[in-house]
């Protein structure tokens, strides 16, 4: 039987089912002499989803990695809204360490094209003849080329030429030229010279000057803001010249690896790390929109390796990179060695460019604030341009796709630049904090604003009779409440302000798709028929076709179709600031704002639309006039009820944790009922179970006001299993009816169904196991009905209204429940950041003002204190940050999203 260990790096003895995990199945021909009989059942149960992955498992919602088996596919795909995919947050994890787990996760969305094609679409600009003939006479000036515009000979012979072989060790010990057994950091560091005289620093062309720098890594410090740095690129292109100390990885415009291997391993490793360290730079920094990456390979093929009668090839292939928030390209390899005028355009386009076409953004403005790093958001909002400068992270994922919808929240205030200058600003309003998203959204879309608008509208519309049908007494009063002194009352957060930011480049026709461009591990090399399908006549390499490759779609996954929609940047800034109920540090206050969130989905209900995103991240908690609140937010996918719409082909990403149960497989269910009269009942009783069913693969699932409500009720069901101090097997039924997997559990899935009603039950807190079990109970049974029922396939608005009333009813009676055992349950304490931020220490002379830092980033830098650094990259962590500034725990949201997250 599977034995789950599980290690914690804390030295205060906690529940494991907090802390995000490490998770090792390990054979056992022993069971557990302690484990009961109904524990076993539990883990057998859970071997079945669990045997052929090792998922990290912990009381926080996390998404999974998307898998990669071609045999594997989710059957969320096949909703009728949009197909469903996985990401997760990385914590910090040192980037080295996952460098595969993050381009399996990307290798869905990355693009091949043509070099040409990155020239005119992708490139920071497109140089013309005259900049690069520039170019091209400065290296010849320099000696760099000789007069025919080739290398100069010798200058990277070994790399052109293969490596003398011995026929004696007297023989060995001879080397009659040293420039053909050179390291390759020697042959490499070569280029930064070439680069620096590429183009004179006086040189100009047009409103074309030198803005960008290149410069060799070798040692040097690499530091950045988030945690999980630890990797040393070859080469960067940076904002400032290099003159010595730290690289700060915010000046990081290009990022460059160099390699002197014919070793697929090595090519495979060489992909890896220009991927991850794009994903690391993206996470970095806010004011980044795309970033770019230069990847060579260089080696040469011996004679025995080709067709016979074929001449040797040399491959001295280089590609470029270009990631974004709505795809990424890498384009075919071109012979560097043999074109180097391709390769002085590729780095004309990147020294020249503006910082604006290079991926900068001009409307986020990184400043210096009370001693740290902040950022000034410029947002064009109606009635005018607002600033709001960054206090605190409250959301700051690090993902492992570039692509998505990379949401950040900030704890903000409101600013204004002095004399039209952001080296010193002014405080609108001191001591009024509000809460500022950045995030990308579909081009198209509609916005959180927009959305809400609709729906606030619809709700000034109710009037008392439109909800005559809510129960007297519980759920009618609170309806009632909520629409009072319109729209202050509503349990939304309420939106400031809000504006559009820079679109991404659309993705070109002939940029394709490529599983290929992540080499499969363990496999022969395929720099041979790589070799066979190159153009004697061309420098430029195209890939062969599919059947052809050991890498070929036939042996890797199959995306599908996929549109890559262009993203755009999206701000917007709600009136209070809050936390999210994941941070909430008691049951009283988790129930309160379950509760306050069924209301607004009442009101939703109402006003005909359907959230589709309900997860304890958008959930915030605030206090209002000294009283807790729970309001809802996210409704950038929340859609009108009935509406059609065709789905989207780019997948949306989401954690299992509070998914729907038929939403999470794709498909209808098809239960046994529960009889309905006996659901008055199972408020009193301590067990229920229905007979097993299954999925209807005809009807496929559609979101619909009810699958919100199911969400809501496993966010509630985590609070008590997942966030309780730990008791019995609570931790082990946690780990089995919360799972991040493509396909719920069985045990959950039969849970749901109504088997294992007593192994719950039994998780539960002691004070806590008759009262909230039968209200869970009488929610789990109304759902379930409501999902396998036949009659519901196609609900009309009044179907729902007495689910309605007794789901919202035992909310309500969890609600004061909690009231009552408040004070009886502990939560586990978060886990202490190990590297907390320092204390702010506020200067004698401070007014709020700050300053920019300047644009000399890498100048007159002292020595680097290593571990210093790494103590200071922790203040930006990951994790969601409570209100005030306690210690931070790592979590993750649930994400329905294209992309994202």
Same mark, same amino acid.
């Given at each position: 039987?599977?034995?789950?260990?599980?290690?914690?790096?804390?030295?205060?003895?906690?529940?494991?089912?907090?802390?995000?995990?490490?998770?090792?199945?390990?054979?056992?021909?022993?069971?557990?002499?302690?484990?009961?009989?109904?524990?076993?059942?539990?883990?057998?149960?859970?071997?079945?989803?669990?045997?052929?992955?090792?998922?990290?498992?912990?009381?926080?919602?996390?998404?999974?990695?998307?898998?990669?088996?071609?045999?594997?596919?989710?059957?969320?795909?096949?909703?009728?809204?949009?197909?469903?995919?996985?990401?997760?947050?990385?914590?910090?994890?040192?980037?080295?360490?996952?460098?595969?787990?993050?381009?399996?996760?990307?290798?869905?969305?990355?693009?091949?094209?043509?070099?040409?094609?990155?020239?005119?679409?992708?490139?920071?600009?497109?140089?013309?003849?005259?900049?690069?003939?520039?170019?091209?006479?400065?290296?010849?000036?320099?000696?760099?080329?000789?007069?025919?515009?080739?290398?100069?000979?010798?200058?990277?012979?070994?790399?052109?030429?293969?490596?003398?072989?011995?026929?004696?060790?007297?023989?060995?010990?001879?080397?009659?030229?040293?420039?053909?057994?050179?390291?390759?950091?020697?042959?490499?560091?070569?280029?930064?010279?070439?680069?620096?005289?590429?183009?004179?620093?006086?040189?100009?062309?047009?409103?074309?000057?030198?803005?960008?720098?290149?410069?060799?890594?070798?040692?040097?410090?690499?530091?950045?803001?988030?945690?999980?740095?630890?990797?040393?690129?070859?080469?960067?292109?940076?904002?400032?010249?290099?003159?010595?100390?730290?690289?700060?990885?915010?000046?990081?415009?290009?990022?460059?690896?160099?390699?002197?291997?014919?070793?697929?391993?090595?090519?495979?490793?060489?992909?890896?790390?220009?991927?991850?360290?794009?994903?690391?730079?993206?996470?970095?920094?806010?004011?980044?929109?795309?970033?770019?990456?230069?990847?060579?390979?260089?080696?040469?093929?011996?004679?025995?390796?080709?067709?016979?009668?074929?001449?040797?090839?040399?491959?001295?292939?280089?590609?470029?990179?270009?990631?974004?928030?709505?795809?990424?390209?890498?384009?075919?390899?071109?012979?560097?060695?043999?074109?180097?005028?391709?390769?002085?355009?590729?780095?004309?386009?990147?020294?020249?460019?503006?910082?604006?076409?290079?991926?900068?953004?001009?409307?986020?403005?990184?400043?210096?604030?009370?001693?740290?790093?902040?950022?000034?958001?410029?947002?064009?909002?109606?009635?005018?341009?607002?600033?709001?400068?960054?206090? #605190?992270?409250? &959301?700051?994922?690090?993902?492992?796709?570039?692509? $998505?919808?990379? +949401? @950040?929240?900030?704890? *903000? %205030?409101? !600013?204004?630049?002095?004399?039209?200058?952001?080296?010193?600003?002014?405080?609108?309003?001191?001591?009024?904090?509000?809460?500022?998203?950045?995030?990308?959204?579909?081009?198209?879309?509609?916005?959180?604003?927009?959305?809400?608008?609709?729906?606030?509208?619809?709700?000034?519309?109710?009037?008392?009779?439109?909800?005559?049908?809510?129960?007297?007494?519980?759920?009618?009063?609170?309806?009632?409440?909520?629409?009072?002194?319109?729209?202050? #009352?509503?349990? &939304?957060?309420?939106?400031?302000?809000?504006?559009? $930011?820079?679109? +991404? @480049?659309?993705?070109? *026709? %002939?940029? !394709?798709?490529?599983?290929?461009?992540?080499?499969?591990?363990?496999?022969?090399?395929?720099?041979?028929?790589?070799?066979?399908?190159?153009?004697?006549?061309?420098?430029?390499?195209?890939?062969?076709?599919?059947?052809?490759?050991?890498?070929?779609?036939?042996?890797?996954?199959?995306?599908?179709?996929?549109?890559?929609?262009?993203?755009?940047?999206?701000?917007?800034?709600?009136?209070?600031?809050?936390?999210?109920?994941?941070?909430?540090?008691?049951?009283?206050?988790?129930?309160?704002?379950?509760?306050?969130?069924?209301?607004?989905?009442?009101?939703?209900?109402?006003?005909?639309?359907?959230?589709?995103?309900?997860?304890?991240?958008?959930?915030?908690?605030?206090?209002?006039?000294?009283?807790?609140?729970?309001?809802?937010?996210?409704?950038?996918?929340?859609?009108?009820?009935?509406?059609?719409?065709?789905?989207?082909?780019?997948?949306?990403?989401?954690?299992?944790?509070?998914?729907?149960?038929?939403?999470?497989?794709?498909?209808?269910?098809?239960?046994?009922?529960?009889?309905?009269?006996?659901?008055?009942?199972?408020?009193?009783?301590?067990?229920?179970?229905?007979?097993?069913?299954?999925?209807?693969?005809?009807?496929?699932?559609?979101?619909?006001?009810?699958?919100?409500?199911?969400?809501?009720?496993?966010?509630?069901?985590?609070?008590?299993?997942?966030?309780?101090?730990?008791?019995?097997?609570?931790?082990?039924?946690?780990?089995?009816?919360?799972?991040?997997?493509?396909?719920?559990?069985?045990?959950?899935?039969?849970?749901?169904?109504?088997?294992?009603?007593?192994?719950?039950?039994?998780?539960?807190?002691?004070?806590?196991?008759?009262?909230?079990?039968?209200?869970?109970?009488?929610?789990?049974?109304?759902?379930?009905?409501?999902?396998?029922?036949?009659?519901?396939?196609?609900?009309?608005?009044?179907?729902?209204?007495?689910?309605?009333?007794?789901?919202?009813?035992?909310?309500?009676?969890?609600?004061?429940?909690?009231?009552?055992?408040?004070?009886?349950?502990?939560?586990?304490?978060?886990?202490?950041?190990?590297?907390?931020?320092?204390?702010?220490?506020?200067?004698?002379?401070?007014?709020?003002?700050?300053?920019?830092?300047?644009?000399?980033?890498?100048?007159?830098?002292?020595?680097?204190?290593?571990?210093?650094?790494?103590?200071?990259?922790?203040?930006?962590?990951?994790?969601?940050?409570?209100?005030?500034?306690?210690?931070?725990?790592?979590?993750?949201?649930?994400?329905?999203?294209?992309?994202?997250?």
């Amino acid at each position: 039987m599977a034995v789950m260990v599980l290690l914690v790096l804390t030295s205060i003895s906690l529940s494991p089912t907090y802390f995000l995990l490490t998770t090792f199945a390990l054979n056992s021909s022993e069971p557990e002499k302690s484990t009961t009989n109904r524990v076993r059942s539990i883990i057998m149960l859970g071997s079945e989803s669990s045997s052929s992955s090792s998922h990290i498992q912990s009381s926080i919602p996390v998404t999974p990695p998307r898998s990669l088996d071609p045999g594997l596919t989710s059957v969320a795909s096949a909703i009728s809204d949009t197909p469903r995919s996985a990401k997760g947050d990385l914590g910090a994890v040192a980037q080295h360490k996952i460098r595969s787990e993050i381009a399996e996760q990307m290798a869905p969305e990355l693009l091949r094209c043509p070099i040409n094609v990155f020239f005119s679409h992708y490139s920071p600009f497109n140089p013309d003849n005259d900049l690069v003939d520039s170019a091209v006479s400065t290296l010849k000036k320099e000696n760099h080329l000789t007069s025919t515009g080739n290398w100069r000979p010798g200058t990277f012979a070994s790399i052109t030429e293969p490596p003398a072989r011995a026929t004696s060790k007297k023989a060995s010990e001879k080397t009659p030229d040293d420039s053909k057994h050179e390291s390759e950091a020697v042959v490499f560091s070569k280029l930064t010279q070439i680069i620096k005289d590429m183009v004179p620093q006086d040189g100009n062309n047009d409103d074309r000057t030198r803005r960008f720098f290149y410069t060799d890594c070798g040692n040097k410090v690499v530091e950045g803001d988030i945690s999980g740095g630890g990797f040393k690129p070859d080469a960067f292109v940076l904002r400032n010249e290099y003159t010595g100390g730290k690289i700060t990885l915010s000046d990081a415009a290009v990022v460059a690896e160099f390699k002197k291997s014919n070793d697929p391993e090595v090519t495979r490793d060489n992909r890896l790390k220009i991927i991850s360290a794009a994903s690391h730079i993206m996470n970095n920094d806010p004011c980044r929109m795309w970033t770019y990456g230069v990847q060579s390979q260089s080696y040469f093929l011996k004679q025995t390796q080709l067709i016979p009668g074929k001449i040797s090839i040399e491959k001295d292939m280089m590609s470029v990179w270009y990631f974004s928030r709505s795809h990424s390209v890498k384009t075919d390899g071109f012979n560097w060695i043999e074109d180097p005028r391709t390769f002085i355009k590729v780095f004309v386009s990147f020294l020249f460019a503006k910082e604006l076409e290079i991926g900068f953004d001009p409307s986020v403005r990184r400043v210096t604030y009370r001693t740290k790093e902040r950022f000034i958001y410029e947002i064009k909002a109606e009635g005018g341009t607002r600033y709001y400068r960054t206090i #605190n992270p409250i &959301f700051n994922p690090r993902v492992a796709c570039v692509t $998505g919808r990379k +949401t @950040r929240v900030w704890e *903000a %205030e409101e !600013v204004r630049p002095i004399n039209g200058s952001f080296t010193s600003v002014e405080v609108v309003e001191k001591g009024k904090r509000v809460a500022l998203k950045d995030v990308w959204l579909d081009e198209g879309s509609q916005t959180e604003r927009q959305i809400q608008k609709a729906i606030f509208d619809k709700l000034k519309q109710v009037r008392d009779e439109d909800y005559e049908w809510a129960t007297e007494g519980y759920l009618r009063p609170l309806i009632k409440e909520a629409l009072t002194d319109f729209p202050r #009352n509503l349990p &939304f957060m309420q939106i400031e302000c809000d504006g559009w $930011g820079k679109e +991404t @480049r659309e993705r070109h *026709a %002939e940029a !394709v798709a490529d599983p290929a461009i992540i080499p499969a591990k363990n496999l022969e090399s395929s720099a041979l028929q790589s070799a066979m399908h190159t153009n004697k006549k061309s420098t430029m390499s195209r890939p062969s076709g599919a059947s052809n490759r050991p890498n070929s779609v036939s042996s890797r996954p199959q995306y599908g179709s996929r549109d890559y929609i262009g993203k755009k940047q999206y701000r917007l800034v709600y009136s209070s600031v809050g936390y999210a109920l994941h941070d909430a540090e008691d049951l009283s206050t988790s129930f309160k704002a379950i509760m306050d969130v069924s209301t607004a989905l009442v009101l939703m209900f109402l006003a005909g639309w359907v959230h589709r995103d309900v997860s304890t991240g958008n959930i915030i908690v605030v206090n209002v006039g000294g009283h807790v609140r729970g309001l809802l937010s996210d409704l950038e996918y929340a859609r009108e009820f009935g509406r059609i719409n065709k789905g989207a082909s780019d997948p949306k990403t989401g954690t299992p944790f509070f998914m729907p149960v038929e939403i999470h497989l794709g498909y209808k269910l098809r239960f046994a009922e529960d009889d309905p009269q006996d659901l008055d009942s199972l408020d009193h009783e301590e067990d229920s179970s229905v007979e097993s069913g299954g999925i209807s693969k005809n009807l496929k699932a559609v979101f619909f006001f009810h699958h919100d409500l199911e969400s809501l009720m496993w966010i509630g069901l985590w609070v008590v299993l997942g966030k309780i101090v730990e008791h019995a097997s609570s931790g082990k039924v946690f780990s089995f009816l919360f799972t991040n997997d493509s396909n719920p559990g069985p045990f959950r899935y039969i849970f749901f169904q109504g088997a294992n009603q007593e192994v719950v039950r039994d998780a539960f807190h002691p004070k806590l196991r008759k009262k909230f079990f039968s209200s869970f109970n009488v929610i789990r049974v109304w759902l379930c009905n409501f999902c396998s029922s036949p009659k519901y396939d196609n609900p009309t608005k009044s179907d729902f209204e007495t689910l309605f009333n007794r789901v919202s009813r035992c909310f309500q009676t969890l609600a004061q429940d909690a009231d009552k055992f408040n004070d009886d349950v502990k939560f586990i304490p978060p886990p202490r950041d190990l590297h907390p931020p320092l204390q702010e220490q506020l200067p004698p002379d401070d007014d709020d003002r700050g300053t920019t830092i300047g644009q000399k980033g890498n100048k007159g830098k002292e020595k680097v204190d290593t571990e210093k650094a790494s103590s200071q990259s922790q203040q930006s962590s990951t994790s969601r940050k409570r209100k005030n500034s306690e210690p931070q725990r790592m979590s993750m949201r649930l994400r329905k999203r294209p992309n994202t997250d």
